[in-house]
């Protein structure tokens, strides 16, 4: 009796195992034969909530995305980069062209400039002169036109040029070359041979080659943004031009060559008047002389006559 309890009792426990096998293979089989639609309809609401996505991962989303969001709006605005330049063409009077050299200097200097070179020659009586000044672009439009008073103007020219675009290139170029300088020397602590030493080293003479000229060229901006560039000629007006003068400007021309002409004159009135003193004593010396002569020669009374006169 105890015998046939034992084996209905592994019977029935033999039964509970196979039927619990097939169970779970069923449910398995079931998830991979009828396919998504079906699955998902014989979820359970917690299932479901357990594929749903969690308030974490939408969190670590909403967080990126802001990040993303916050670095492009602290990308500074860049500013128009513009290169300024100016031509301007004097003439002056005759004889003022070192006073207002001096003024050119002095506007230039009290401006925050400096003159970058300067020419100066002459002929036919007249100096004239080229100066390259360099003003900073923000008083420009002040110095120009003072720069013009100093005489009448011949000829002006104000020219712009936009670089925005090349220094923007220029900027990203820089960047990307410093993060590909960090890149070859990291790599350059990680070489295990000679020849990827070599290598590596080689690759990155060129990188920082390419660095040099990209900050080279943005310094050369840098600089012609900064400083306006004018060249300024300064010419004096040559002797007895009076184009484009009026009746009386010619009259006041006239009577300034005569002044010219007096002056030249005593110049060489000056010049000469020791030769002329000794001239002129050398003249009366020998008219002394002559006249003395004479009166030697000259005959007494008493060969005017020819009687000898009384006692």
């Given at each position: 009796?105890?015998a046939?309890?034992?084996?209905?009792?592994?019977?029935?426990?033999?039964?509970?195992?196979?039927?619990?096998?097939?169970?779970?293979?069923?449910?398995?089989?079931?998830a991979?034969?009828?396919g998504?639609?079906?699955?998902?309809?014989?979820?359970t609401?917690?299932?479901?909530?357990?594929?749903?996505?969690?308030?974490?991962d939408?969190?670590?989303v909403?967080?990126?995305?802001?990040?993303?969001?916050?670095?492009?709006?602290?990308?500074?605005e860049?500013?128009?980069?513009v290169?300024r330049?100016?031509?301007?063409?004097?003439?002056?009077e005759?004889?003022?062209?070192?006073?207002?050299?001096?003024?050119?200097?002095?506007?230039?200097?009290?401006?925050?400039?400096?003159?970058?070179?300067?020419?100066?020659?002459?002929?036919?009586?007249?100096?004239?002169?080229t100066?390259?000044?360099?003003?900073?672009?923000?008083?420009?439009?002040?110095?120009?036109p003072?720069?013009?008073?100093l005489?009448?103007?011949?000829?002006?020219?104000?020219?712009?040029?936009?670089?925005?675009?090349?220094?923007?290139?220029?900027?990203?170029?820089?960047?990307h070359?410093?993060?590909?300088e960090q890149?070859y020397?990291?790599?350059?602590?990680?070489?295990?041979?000679?020849?990827?030493?070599?290598?590596?080293?080689?690759?990155?003479?060129?990188?920082?080659?390419?660095?040099?000229?990209a900050?080279?060229?943005?310094?050369?901006?840098?600089?012609?943004?900064?400083?306006?560039l004018?060249?300024?000629?300064?010419?004096?007006?040559?002797?007895g031009?009076?184009?484009?003068?009026g009746f009386?400007?010619r009259?006041?021309?006239?009577?300034?060559?005569?002044g010219?002409?007096?002056?030249e004159?005593?110049?060489?009135?000056?010049?000469?008047?020791?030769?002329?003193?000794?001239l002129?004593?050398?003249?009366?010396l020998?008219?002394?002389?002559v006249?003395?002569r004479?009166?030697?020669?000259?005959p007494?009374?008493?060969?005017?006559?020819?009687?000898?006169?009384l006692?």
């Amino acid at each position: 009796m105890w015998a046939a309890a034992s084996f209905a009792a592994l019977t029935a426990l033999i039964i509970a195992a196979a039927a619990l096998a097939l169970t779970g293979d069923g449910g398995g089989g079931g998830a991979m034969t009828w396919g998504q639609p079906e699955a998902e309809e014989g979820l359970t609401e917690a299932d479901r909530s357990s594929h749903a996505p969690s308030a974490q991962d939408k969190g670590e989303v909403a967080g990126a995305v802001s990040k993303q969001s916050s670095i492009s709006a602290d990308l500074p605005e860049l500013s128009p980069r513009v290169i300024r330049t100016g031509k301007l063409s004097l003439e002056l009077e005759k004889g003022t062209y070192q006073e207002k050299r001096g003024e050119v200097y002095f506007l230039v200097e009290s401006a925050g400039g400096y003159v970058q070179s300067e020419n100066t020659g002459g002929d036919g009586g007249s100096v004239r002169g080229t100066f390259l000044l360099r003003i900073p672009a923000d008083r420009f439009d002040r110095v120009f036109p003072d720069l013009s008073r100093l005489g009448e103007v011949k000829s002006t020219e104000v020219a712009t040029q936009d670089v925005t675009q090349e220094y923007i290139d220029l900027e990203g170029r820089i960047r990307h070359l410093e993060a590909e300088e960090q890149f070859y020397l990291g790599l350059i602590a990680q070489a295990k041979t000679i020849q990827e030493m070599l290598s590596i080293r080689e690759r990155l003479d060129s990188v920082q080659l390419q660095k040099e000229q990209a900050l080279g060229r943005k310094n050369y901006l840098d600089k012609q943004i900064s400083y306006s560039l004018v060249t300024l000629n300064m010419s004096e007006a040559p002797p007895g031009d009076s184009t484009g003068k009026g009746f009386w400007g010619r009259i006041g021309e006239a009577f300034r060559s005569f002044g010219r002409a007096c002056r030249e004159l005593l110049v060489g009135l000056a010049y000469a008047l020791p030769y002329l003193a000794l001239l002129i004593i050398a003249a009366m010396l020998a008219w002394a002389a002559v006249r003395r002569r004479r009166v030697r020669k000259a005959p007494g009374p008493e060969s005017r006559d020819g009687q000898t006169p009384l006692q």
